[in-house]
C-alpha cells in the first residue's frame, strides 16, 4: 500500500527513518516558511530540486490526494504535525493506514521548555484561524473566551494568529479582568520558536496588551505563581466546601428567568440533555433557545462546550443573557436572530437541541447537515457522530421531524415525555398532568 509521509521539523534533526524517507522521495512537500527553516537541516542539499511549494493548504492536499499513489511524497509540517496541525488533515484524506507520522516537538511544547513552566494540567487551545483569509474559520475557542475559560485554568496555552495576536488576547483579558478569580496574570509570548530571532517576552496582560509581536508565535498564561502559593491553603479550605455545594445538574425551572411559562420543563430538559449525550469538548447550537435552560444547564455540565444559544423573540433575548449572567456561564454566546440564517456564520456543531423552528424545520436540518458536512471536508470534527435532538409538542412537530431527519439519512429514536406533578388540593396531595411531549432523537455518524 502507497504511504504517504508526514515530517515534523523545527526543533530537532530528523531521525534516521526518516531522513532517509525525505532523501528518497520523488517531491517534499512545505510551504516556503518551511523551506526556510529546513536549509538548517542536513539532508536539505540532497533534496532542494524537488521541493514543490503550493499556495495553500487546500491545493497541497488536493496535489497529495491526487499523486501519493503515484509518487513516493513527504510532506514537511511544523512541529509536530498531529497538534492543530497538517497530519490531522492528511489522515482525514487518505485515512490512517495510508499515512505515516513522524513528529518534532510541538510549538507549545518548546514553549513551556522555554519559560520553565509545567504543562502539567494546563489547557491547550488553538485560536488560528487557519492560514487562508478568505476561508478563514471560526475556532472552537474564540478570544471573548480567554477570561472565562481563566476561571476554572491555572494556565492556558494558546496557538495565535494575526488576528488573535498576543496583544489582542491581552487586551481581552483586561477588560474581563474583574471577572477572575485570581486577578494576577503572567503571560508569555515566545515568537518565532526554532528560528535564530527567536524570543521570549514577559509581562503582565496590561504591558502586552500594548506591544506587538512577530509571527508566528505562542501565548502562555499561567496564574501568577507568587499568589498562588499565598492563596493555596484558602483554596484547598474552600475547595471542598464549592463542590459539596456546586450544582452541576438538576436546574430548577424557578431558578431560571422566564416568561409565561417558556421553558423546557425539568423532567424533559433532563430527558433532552440525556439524549444529547453532551462532549466534553465541542459545539452546542440551542435552536429556539427560548429562557436558555437546556444552554445554561449544558454550559453548567460542560464548561469546556462551547454552546450557541439562537433565539429570535427580544424578551426571551432579555431572559437568556440575565440568565448567564446571574448563573456565571462564560461558555455561551448568545445570537439573536431567525434560524436557519442565523446559523449561517456559526461553526459547525457537534450537538443540536431545536426547541423551536417556527415551522422551517426542514430548512434548518439542511443547514445543520451542510453545517457538519463542511466541517468534515475541512477536517475540524470533534464528536465522532451529529446528534440532533428535538422537542416536539404537537403530532403535526412530530410527523414533520421524523419525516425530516428519515429523509436526510438519519437513525431516528422517538420518546413520548409525560409527566405528572403533585398538587395540593383541599389539603390533599394530587397529581396534575402536564402536556406530554415528544423528544426526537437523530444521529448521523458522517465519517
Request: glycine content about 6%.
Given at each position: 500500500?502507497?504511504?504517504?509521509?508526514?515530517?515534523?521539523?523545527?526543533f530537532?534533526?530528523?531521525?534516521?527513518?526518516?531522513s532517509?524517507?525525505?532523501?528518497?522521495?520523488?517531491?517534499?512537500?512545505a510551504?516556503?516558511r518551511?523551506?526556510?527553516?529546513f536549509?538548517?537541516?542536513?539532508?536539505?542539499?540532497?533534496?532542494?530540486?524537488?521541493?514543490l511549494?503550493?499556495?495553500?493548504v487546500?491545493?497541497?492536499?488536493d496535489?497529495?490526494?491526487?499523486?501519493?499513489?503515484k509518487k513516493?511524497?513527504?510532506?514537511?509540517?511544523?512541529?509536530?504535525?498531529?497538534?492543530?496541525?497538517?497530519?490531522?488533515l492528511?489522515?482525514?484524506?487518505?485515512?490512517?493506514d495510508?499515512v505515516?507520522?513522524?513528529?518534532?516537538?510541538?510549538?507549545?511544547?518548546?514553549?513551556?521548555?522555554?519559560?520553565?513552566?509545567?504543562?502539567?494540567?494546563a489547557?491547550?487551545i488553538?485560536?488560528?484561524?487557519?492560514?487562508?483569509?478568505?476561508?478563514?474559520?471560526?475556532?472552537?475557542?474564540?478570544l471573548?473566551?480567554?477570561p472565562?475559560?481563566?476561571?476554572s485554568?491555572n494556565?492556558?496555552a494558546?496557538?495565535?494568529?494575526k488576528?488573535n495576536s498576543?496583544e489582542?488576547?491581552?487586551?481581552?483579558?483586561?477588560?474581563?479582568?474583574?471577572?477572575?478569580?485570581?486577578?494576577?496574570?503572567?503571560?508569555?509570548?515566545?515568537?518565532?520558536?526554532?528560528?535564530?530571532?527567536e524570543?521570549?517576552?514577559?509581562?503582565?496582560p496590561?504591558?502586552?496588551s500594548?506591544?506587538?509581536?512577530?509571527?508566528?508565535?505562542?501565548v502562555?498564561?499561567?496564574?501568577?505563581t507568587e499568589d498562588?502559593?499565598?492563596?493555596?491553603?484558602?483554596?484547598?479550605?474552600?475547595?471542598?466546601?464549592?463542590?459539596?455545594?456546586e450544582?452541576k445538574?438538576?436546574?430548577k425551572e424557578?431558578?431560571?428567568?422566564?416568561s409565561?411559562?417558556?421553558?423546557?420543563k425539568?423532567?424533559?430538559r433532563?430527558?433532552?440533555?440525556h439524549?444529547?449525550?453532551?462532549?466534553?469538548?465541542?459545539?452546542l447550537w440551542?435552536?429556539?433557545?427560548?429562557?436558555?435552560?437546556?444552554?445554561?444547564?449544558?454550559?453548567?455540565?460542560c464548561?469546556?462546550?462551547?454552546i450557541?444559544?439562537?433565539?429570535?423573540d427580544?424578551?426571551?433575548?432579555?431572559?437568556?443573557?440575565?440568565?448567564?449572567?446571574?448563573?456565571?456561564?462564560d461558555?455561551?454566546?448568545?445570537?439573536?436572530?431567525h434560524a436557519?440564517?442565523?446559523?449561517?456564520?456559526?461553526?459547525?456543531?457537534?450537538?443540536?437541541?431545536?426547541?423551536?423552528?417556527?415551522?422551517?424545520?426542514?430548512?434548518?436540518?439542511?443547514?445543520?447537515?451542510?453545517?457538519?458536512?463542511?466541517?468534515i471536508?475541512?477536517y475540524?470534527l470533534?464528536?465522532?457522530?451529529?446528534?440532533i435532538v428535538?422537542?416536539?409538542a404537537?403530532i403535526?412537530?412530530?410527523?414533520?421531524?421524523?419525516?425530516?431527519?428519515?429523509?436526510?439519512g438519519?437513525?431516528i429514536d422517538?420518546?413520548?415525555?409525560?409527566?405528572s406533578r403533585?398538587?395540593?388540593?383541599?389539603g390533599?396531595?394530587?397529581m396534575s398532568?402536564?402536556?406530554?411531549?415528544?423528544?426526537?432523537?437523530g444521529?448521523?455518524?458522517?465519517?
Amino acid at each position: 500500500m502507497s504511504k504517504m509521509y508526514v515530517i515534523g521539523i523545527g526543533f530537532r534533526p530528523l531521525d534516521k527513518k526518516a531522513s532517509y524517507i525525505v532523501q528518497h522521495s520523488d517531491v517534499v512537500l512545505a510551504n516556503s516558511r518551511l523551506v526556510e527553516v529546513f536549509k538548517k537541516y542536513s539532508e536539505y542539499d540532497s533534496v532542494k530540486e524537488r521541493f514543490l511549494v503550493h499556495g495553500s493548504v487546500y491545493e497541497t492536499l488536493d496535489y497529495i490526494s491526487a499523486n501519493y499513489q503515484k509518487k513516493k511524497l513527504s510532506l514537511l509540517a511544523a512541529g509536530d504535525p498531529m497538534f492543530f496541525g497538517i497530519g490531522r488533515l492528511v489522515i482525514e484524506r487518505l485515512g490512517k493506514d495510508a499515512v505515516e507520522v513522524f513528529p518534532d516537538l510541538s510549538s507549545i511544547q518548546a514553549a513551556f521548555s522555554r519559560v520553565r513552566e509545567t504543562s502539567n494540567n494546563a489547557l491547550l487551545i488553538s485560536l488560528h484561524g487557519g492560514p487562508d483569509p478568505e476561508k478563514r474559520r471560526k475556532p472552537e475557542y474564540e478570544l471573548s473566551d480567554v477570561p472565562g475559560l481563566l476561571k476554572s485554568h491555572n494556565k492556558i496555552a494558546v496557538l495565535t494568529d494575526k488576528v488573535n495576536s498576543p496583544e489582542a488576547i491581552a487586551g481581552t483579558i483586561c477588560k474581563g479582568e474583574g471577572t477572575l478569580p485570581l486577578l494576577s496574570l503572567k503571560m508569555y509570548v515566545c515568537e518565532n520558536l526554532g528560528y535564530d530571532d527567536e524570543k521570549v517576552t514577559e509581562g503582565t496582560p496590561e504591558e502586552l496588551s500594548k506591544m506587538s509581536f512577530g509571527h508566528p508565535n505562542v501565548v502562555i498564561i499561567v496564574q501568577n505563581t507568587e499568589d498562588r502559593t499565598q492563596n493555596s491553603e484558602k483554596e484547598a479550605r474552600s475547595a471542598v466546601s464549592s463542590q459539596q455545594s456546586e450544582i452541576k445538574f438538576g436546574i430548577k425551572e424557578s431558578e431560571i428567568q422566564h416568561s409565561k411559562g417558556l421553558i423546557t420543563k425539568d423532567e424533559v430538559r433532563a430527558v433532552a440533555i440525556h439524549k444529547l449525550r453532551l462532549p466534553q469538548t465541542g459545539v452546542l447550537w440551542d435552536i429556539g433557545a427560548g429562557s436558555g435552560s437546556v444552554s445554561i444547564e449544558a454550559a453548567i455540565i460542560c464548561p469546556d462546550l462551547k454552546i450557541y444559544s439562537i433565539e429570535k423573540d427580544e424578551e426571551q433575548l432579555t431572559n437568556i443573557t440575565e440568565n448567564k449572567n446571574r448563573l456565571l456561564v462564560d461558555n455561551i454566546e448568545i445570537v439573536g436572530g431567525h434560524a436557519p440564517e442565523a446559523l449561517m456564520q456559526l461553526p459547525a456543531p457537534d450537538r443540536v437541541f431545536i426547541g423551536g423552528s417556527s415551522g422551517r424545520l426542514s430548512e434548518i436540518i439542511k443547514v445543520i447537515e451542510s453545517s457538519y458536512e463542511l466541517r468534515i471536508t475541512n477536517y475540524e470534527l470533534n464528536a465522532p457522530s451529529l446528534i440532533i435532538v428535538i422537542n416536539a409538542a404537537t403530532i403535526e412537530t412530530l410527523n414533520e421531524a421524523l419525516q425530516v431527519l428519515e429523509k436526510n439519512g438519519f437513525k431516528i429514536d422517538v420518546s413520548e415525555i409525560s409527566v405528572s406533578r403533585s398538587k395540593v388540593i383541599g389539603g390533599k396531595r394530587h397529581m396534575s398532568a402536564l402536556n406530554p411531549v415528544f423528544v426526537i432523537t437523530g444521529e448521523k455518524n458522517l465519517k
